[in-house]
């Protein structure tokens, strides 16, 4: 292994552990585990490819200190959700970027996770239509074992023709990757929530539909919703060991 790709490794290690202490700090323990969790690799890759002893010496407790903390979050995460007691709540700010569906979701996608509940009222026009296909194929990317997504939302009340036709698409998309979509329509409903069967529930106070039109098909966004703006909003997330069914 080449020095610059060590260094590489440790420039990367130093980000992502620097982001999980600022997550620990402001509460946000899921996510921070996981970057924790990811930090930690890096750092190890790093300390087998060191000869340098000192070096080593001084990665191996940085390693310690960094495992012991990982430690103490994920029995206390455990904790709360074994007592029902995980709120953790993430504030999207006006005009903010960096809350793509896999950075917002990943946290609580685990190997357990094959079912998934999207109540949601409004996906219904195009661009609400192409936020459900992202998080669809963000749940693929994530986790290769979800096989059922269910997805509850209300019709559109002028003409319906194109909101049914591209859910009948995707429906058809997904079951080639062997997933189940199914559609269901209620004209009274209002609330959001994303809920999986590994217990986690996600409460956005804009649904799925919290980003901000781009500017244009060639504007910065357009595409990676990294860079996307976004609407203020709450996200409130909870566990519970009594998954929803249908």
């Known amino acids: 292994m080449t020095e610059n790709h060590v260094s590489g490794m440790e420039a990367s290690a130093v980000s ?3 982001r999980a202490v600022e997550l620990d700090h402001s509460g946000r323990l899921q996510e ?19 000869k340098d002893d000192s070096k080593r010496g001084h990665y191996r407790e940085k390693i310690k200190g960094y495992m012991d903390r990982a430690e103490q979050i994920k029995s206390h ?45 409004y996906i219904r026009h195009t661009h609400q239509l192409y936020n459900f296909l992202r998080f669809c194929e963000m749940l693929l990317k994530s986790c ?14 002028g003409d319906n023709t194109q909101q049914s036709s591209a859910l009948s698409e995707l429906r058809d998309s997904l079951g080639g990757h062997g997933v189940t979509l199914d559609v269901q329509f209620s004209s009274t409903i209002h609330d959001r929530e994303i809920r999986f069967d590994n217990g986690w529930i996600i ?27 976004c609407h203020e909003t709450s996200v409130d997330i909870f566990h519970t060991k009594h998954t929803k069914t249908l």
């Open 16 to 18: 992502v552990l620097k």
């Open 32 to 50: 921070s585990l996981v970057c924790y969790q990811e930090g930690i690799q890096l750092l190890i890759d790093v300390l087998k490819a060191l």
């Open 77 to 121: 995460v455990n904790q709360m959700k074994e007592d029902g007691k995980y709120h953790e709540q993430i504030k999207i700010s006006e005009d903010a970027t960096d809350y793509s569906y896999e950075v917002l979701f990943k946290p609580y996608i685990s190997s357990a996770l094959s079912e998934i509940w999207v109540e949601d009222p």
């Open 144 to 157: 290769g074992k979800v096989t059922k997504i269910h997805l509850l939302t209300s019709q559109d009340e």
């Open 203 to 229: 409460k956005i106070g804009r649904g799925l539909d919290y980003f901000k039109k781009p500017k244009g098909r060639f504007s910065i966004g357009y595409c990676d919703y990294d860079l996307r703006h």
